[in-house]
């Protein structure tokens, strides 16, 4: 009975010397493992908008919103929001692994996410949105038509859409003539930036007339 005491005596002395052996967790968060997978964040630089991330998510935890007309806690008119809810991520990895650009969305170290309000669990990045301009339905990102264009290099000259976006971002593109509303699709809209289905319905007029 008498060395357990002592013992006890040692540790308890050894402890007023260093400190408790606890974290001081909440007021200060111990570092995470190295591989920890936790919050996923978007990279405002890097990130493209292309929406490649919402269709590989299991869980349904990112959402693309798409606005042609201004509402109240929608993006601006004309542009394309991602919005990550992490209060219903399963913290796989999957969008970052699967992230067109490769840096678009990481899961960052930060683990303590407790909040009152699951409403505050967002993360979210937008970019405007380019359409179609025979149909007006949106195509994809400014952004990302920029990033295709500078990872084909010469080889977007042979997409109009990328051809045009090149264009208009270096400023060779100032002023387009805006096309006659209604008039059925013909030559002059080759140099137009059209959406796959009317592009194909394009060339299929050129080739066979219908
Ligand atoms: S980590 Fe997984 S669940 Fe969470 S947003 Fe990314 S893909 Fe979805
Ligand atoms: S660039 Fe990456 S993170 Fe951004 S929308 Fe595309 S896949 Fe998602």
């Known amino acids: 009975m008498k060395y357990p005491k002592l013992r006890e005596l040692k540790e308890a002395f050894t402890a007023l010397i260093k400190g408790p052996y606890t974290t001081k967790f909440p007021k200060i968060a111990a570092p995470a493992a190295p591989a920890y997978r936790g919050k996923p964040e978007f ?17 349904k935890a990112i ?96 997409n109009p859409n990328l051809f045009l976006a090149s264009h208009e971002e270096i400023g060779l593109l100032e002023e387009r003539v805006s096309r006659k509303k209604g008039a059925p699709l013909g030559r002059s809209d080759h140099l137009r930036i059209l959406c796959p289905r009317c592009r194909k319905q394009l060339t299929l007029k050129e080739e066979w007339g219908s």
């Open 43 to 59: 990279s405002q630089e890097e990130c493209v908008v292309c929406g490649a991330c919402a269709n590989v998510c299991p869980a």
């Open 63 to 158: 959402e693309i919103v798409e606005t042609t007309n201004g509402s109240s806690g929608l993006p601006p008119p004309g542009f394309r929001r991602m919005v990550l809810h992490y209060d219903v991520c399963i913290f796989c990895g999957q969008c970052e692994a699967n992230c067109l650009t490769e840096k678009g969305v990481h899961l960052t170290q930060k683990y303590d996410l407790a909040t009152l309000d699951r409403k505050e669990c967002l993360v979210k990045v937008e970019d405007k949105l380019v359409f179609c301009e025979y149909c007006g339905e949106p195509i994809t990102t400014q952004k990302h038509l920029h990033w295709l264009v500078e990872r084909l290099g010469p080889q977007a000259f042979s």
